[in-house]
């Protein structure tokens, strides 16, 4: 068997193992998968405590109109705090309803959490996107949460206001199954002027399963006995010039 053989199978070993070992990878995107129910996507949303003993609270579909005009929403009964996706960008106010990402709204003293829960183990690349929508903004407070390795820990991801109109935050989350990270959009000023577009995506490469683990194993077993049986001056590279 020629090295070129060998190669070609190498070759073909690799690119079979990557398709297995990859197999699990997913993208989980907050704007795309909102249709107005809790959990799709793997995200939820809630109506985060104002202070000591008040309880977080997931928002639900009015059983009326949205706050803001959209297709879908998700709110506190019939006010804020709520979530709104928009399929169609529009005005409204003094705010702007975008068709590319969440339009989220605080409360008057309730923040609100969007929160994302590992559906396997795994290191989830995040990236988000906070935009400012009101045209005369007074400010929100931005906090990363998660709870990896069992302990629920909070973050401050920054500020949006008048002179910051948008903010984008990236990095890599270490989740088991059910664990989660999630944004709070905290009202820093007037709650009234607080809408705020929001674009929350992340990325794993899964974790492979174990049919791809024994592909590895007898693939690269496969792989050494045939070098096993190659003569040694079919696997020496010639030094003849």
Known sequence: MTMGVVMKLFAGLV???????TAQA????????????QGAGH???????????DPAVLLTAPSGNCVVTSDYCLQDGGALPGVYKALTAHAEGTYFVPDDQLLVHPGASNPIGIFFTAPQ????????????LDSSPSGVALVGVTNAGG??????????????????????VSLTQGQFFGLIVNAAGSYSNDSTGVNFTLTTGG???????????????GAGAILRRMRPDQG???LAV
């Open 121 to 132: 183990d795994g290191v989830y690349d995040y990236t988000v996107v906070f935009n400012v």
């Open 15 to 21: 690119g079979a193992l990557t398709l297995a070992s």
């Open 236 to 238: 020496r590279p010639s």
């Open 207 to 221: 974790v492979p399963e174990p049919a791809a683990w024994a592909l590895m194993v007898l693939g690269f077993g």
């Open 26 to 37: 997913a993208t989980f995107d907050a704007f795309a998968s909102f249709d107005g129910t």
């Open 151 to 172: 302990v629920v820990g909070a973050t401050p991801l920054g500020g949006l206001n008048a002179n910051l109109l948008t903010l984008t935050r990236t990095g890599s």
């Open 43 to 53: 995200f939820s949303y809630l109506r985060m405590p104002a202070g000591p003993g």
